[in-house]
């Protein structure tokens, strides 16, 4: 397995002092807001994480369609690597979510579309790692995967629209902005600029992770595949 | 919750958050560092294993009914495959 | 008839078939015989247009698999050791059913046909739950050669049957060789396999280790030729 | 004992064409119906299950009369589902375990053919169950389950959940936790249908005007189009090797 390449390594360094300053940003640099004070500062990382996961799943669900023309295994390593990285932030994203609401609408659950509509992706996801226990097969295992993972990121948007139908009361503070929704602010300058930098840096953060996941997948590969020839 | 005019002081939740964040990303990573470790020695393991099953100077595989290693994996935890590491939701 | 270049099947990371060649003109009976595990299901499967090939070239009844499987499975018939038939239909209905997935015309004196061939007619509608194994096996056999295959596989029909149903197996293969058609039949009963087939190949680790036909074997006989191939 | 069998020359069968989609898709409907009927197996166990469950809710959400109209939707989506998952794991499991899948693999029919008729024999006993389920519930909780909204909603939730349900289980019965991973692979992605069809059916036993449900009834359509569209497309994978 050849050493880590240098631009992986230059990215490490970059993604950890990403993540440093847009810390920085959300915690010291950007206003308090008025009406419900510091956790509104969960909010940039509540969102950036929001915005990886639903990359990663995206990346998922091309990997697999690339998968199922090509059965080439490598888009299996990927989907892999970006389901997983996916299904952590996606937690980061409910947990944080979860938080948020505690102070503003004094519940620590409430069944609106996005929180909801999360929860159900990331269960959906971790159905995608049950099913791919219950093979043994590698080729089969990557093709139910794929299948999978375009079943779950097609059932995604379906799930949130009808959960909006049913009801919403999440504050949408970008775009069609819903008034009535409490817990809604106006992003002052300091604030768009620690939420735009958070969704920079999560970004970089994520390709990061997915690329060295993806390494990770490779080495295991390879493992799996000297195994067979020495255990012969 | 608007009366004060000073905002709220809900700086516990903002540290609860970060907190979390923090721990879980720390977790994942750890969790990634021990997988890619322990992947790393069954490499160098197998691999040194393959050098001594094979040790004629034709490096590639020759037909010689070459002696099949008897000697059980030595890989420290040569795990069949590795775990994913997985994600507890634990919703409060 | 039959044709395979360099035919390789990996599962994963483990290669099955290592380069298979194979080659049987229209009318041959051959027998494919050699070890558990040394890829005869897996090769039948692949003939059979069950199992994707990894690598190599293959056709069968004139038509190149896997992409123009349709036509191949068109003019091909199985019999495995399972009897791949519904036990809560009667022996009638089954062939009824794969008589319409054949689109076989004129199915009704084609059923009763392939019935007197088998020798149940009597049987017509009694349920095949209630079948011996010998009985069902035939009776797959009746299904087998509904659609007037060019080719039939057979892979270990003899499993799991008593004296008497083999030698009443024998004859229905007898009868079906007789009509010209071509047929592969892996075994491991050496015994039938002399007595049925024009000629004998060896199939062991993930090769045709040696091929004879029935002349050329004349001198020794099949377990010296088979002992030999397996040692070489 | 095997009668001499006259010559078959080739010219005598004409040569076999291969059927078109439809007539083979009815063929294994057929073929899975008939078999049913004989065994009448899976259509019992969803029969009991079905009236096992709305026993246990009538139990477990004890309420006066008002609040059970309301419930009512809730409840006999939940029975349909889990007798949906439950007939959904049978019929494949037995077409599993006898090696019957390769005998359909064998047939020069093009894959959605199995896609599809698999789809028809489930949908048939899913609505086989409601069809009794349906009166009984009527009769236990004396309300008026027979308007044809209804009914129709039914129909439409029932199609979206078995057309994902049938691909979800072929996978599913390929795998080693077998009938305990479908649920967990389909609930989560049959979501939308359950909470359109609960919502529709509600509608339609309060009696809410058509236009208050309509969107319901779109995102119900909507979602049976997508999920057939795209088991039809992927199925192949799932079956072949």
């Given at each position: ?25 959300a915690l010291i640099y950007a ?202 | ?92 | ?232 | ?9 080739k010219s005598v069968t004409e ?114 169950v409601e069809i009794v389920v ?108």
């Amino acid at each position: 397995m050849q050493p880590k390449s240098t631009t992986l390594k230059i990215l490490d360094i970059v993604s950890v002092l990403l993540l440093a300053v847009s810390t920085y940003l959300a915690l010291i640099y950007a206003p308090e807001e008025a009406t419900m004070g510091q956790v509104q500062r969960v909010f940039y990382f509540h969102i950036a994480t929001a915005w990886v996961g639903m990359l990663g799943f995206l990346a998922a669900a091309v990997a697999g369609i690339v998968y199922l023309r090509a059965q080439n295994p490598k888009w299996d390593i990927v989907e892999v690597a970006a389901v997983e990285i996916s299904l952590v932030f996606f937690f980061i994203t409910i947990v944080l979510g979860s938080i948020w609401a505690r102070p503003v609408w004094n519940t620590w659950w409430t069944w609106d579309p996005r929180l909801t509509t999360a929860a159900i992706t990331e269960l959906i996801y971790i159905a995608y790692f049950m099913l791919r226990e219950g093979i043994e097969d590698p080729d089969r295992r990557a093709r139910f995967g794929a299948v999978y993972t375009l079943v779950g990121s097609l059932s995604v948007p379906i799930t949130f629209f009808s959960i909006r139908l049913f009801r919403t009361i999440h504050p949408v503070v970008i775009g069609s902005a819903d008034p009535s929704a409490t817990g809604t602010f106006d992003m002052t300058g300091g604030m768009q600029v620690a939420f735009f930098f958070a969704l920079f840096a999560f970004t970089v953060i994520f390709i990061d992770l997915f690329w060295n996941r993806i390494r990770m997948g490779n080495l295991a590969a390879k493992v799996e595949q000297l195994k067979l020839k020495v255990m012969h | 919750m608007f009366l004060q005019d000073a905002p709220p002081d809900t700086s516990s939740y903002m540290i609860a958050g970060y907190v979390v964040f923090f721990l879980v990303t720390a977790i994942y990573l750890f969790s990634f560092f021990v997988r890619s470790h322990n992947l790393k020695q069954d490499l160098n393991a197998l691999e040194n294993m393959k050098e001594e099953s094979a040790p004629p100077p034709a490096r590639e595989e020759t037909k010689a009914a070459a002696p099949k290693p008897k000697a059980k994996s030595t890989a420290s935890k040569a795990k069949s495959k590795p775990r994913q590491a997985k994600k507890k939701v634990t919703k409060k | 008839m039959i044709e395979v270049r360099k035919l390789i099947k990996r599962f994963g990371m483990k290669t099955v078939l290592r380069g298979v060649d194979f080659d049987v003109q229209p009318g041959e009976f051959v027998a494919l015989l050699g070890p558990n595990g040394a890829g005869k299901t897996t090769f039948l499967r692949i003939l059979a247009s069950l199992s994707h090939p990894s690598l190599g070239e293959i056709r069968v009844a004139g038509y190149r698999l896997p992409n123009e499987a349709a036509a191949v499975r068109a003019r091909l018939g199985v019999v495995s050791h399972l009897p791949l038939l519904y036990g809560d239909l009667t022996a009638e209905e089954n062939l009824l059913f794969f008589g319409r997935m054949y689109g076989v015309t004129k199915l009704e004196n084609r059923i009763s046909e392939v019935l007197e061939m088998v020798g149940l007619s009597a049987r017509r509608h009694d349920l095949v739950r209630t079948f011996s194994r010998g009985m069902q096996q035939r009776l797959a056999i009746g299904r087998a050669v509904l659609h007037d295959p060019d080719v039939i596989l057979f892979d270990e029909p003899y499993t799991g049957l008593d004296q008497d149903a083999s030698s009443m197996l024998d004859d229905v293969l007898k009868s079906v060789a007789a009509q010209g058609r071509t047929v592969v039949m892996t075994s491991h009963d050496l015994v039938r396999a002399e007595d049925l087939a024009t000629r004998f190949d060896i199939l062991s680790r993930g090769i045709i280790a040696a091929s004879a036909t029935r002349k050329e074997l004349s001198k020794s006989n099949l377990l010296s030729f088979y002992k030999e191939a397996l040692a070489g | 004992m095997v009668t001499k069998s006259a010559r078959l020359s080739k010219s005598v069968t004409e040569r076999s064409t291969s059927p078109n989609l439809f007539k083979a898709t009815l063929a294994i409907a057929w073929k899975d119906l008939t078999a049913e009927y004989r065994s009448r197996e899976l259509f019992s166990a969803m029969l009991v299950f079905s009236l096992l469950v709305i026993l246990i809710f009538n139990f477990a959400l004890e309420l006066d009369i008002k609040t059970r109209q309301s419930v009512t939707s809730g409840v006999i989506w939940v029975t349909f589902a889990f007798a949906g998952t439950l007939g959904l794991n049978r019929s494949m499991a037995v077409e599993k375990d006898r090696g019957c899948l390769d005998g359909l693999l064998l047939a020069p029919v093009d894959r959605a053919a199995i896609y599809f008729g698999k789809v028809i024999s489930n949908l048939a006993f899913m609505l086989i169950v409601e069809i009794v389920v349906l009166p009984v519930y009527s009769f236990l909780y004396s309300i008026n389950l027979f308007n044809p909204g209804l009914l129709a909603v039914i129909l439409l939730g029932s199609i979206g959940y078995i057309a994902v349900g049938t691909l979800l289980a072929s996978m599913a019965v390929q795998t080693r936790t077998r009938d305990v991973l479908l649920p967990i692979l389909l609930f989560p992605v049959a979501i939308p249908v359950l909470i359109a069809a609960v919502k529709a059916s509600g509608g339609f036993l309060n009696g809410d005007e058509f236009s208050m449900i309509l969107p319901w009834i779109n995102l119900l359509i909507v979602y049976d189009i997508i999920f057939v569209a795209i088991a039809f497309m992927v199925f192949d994978y799932v079956v072949e090797e």
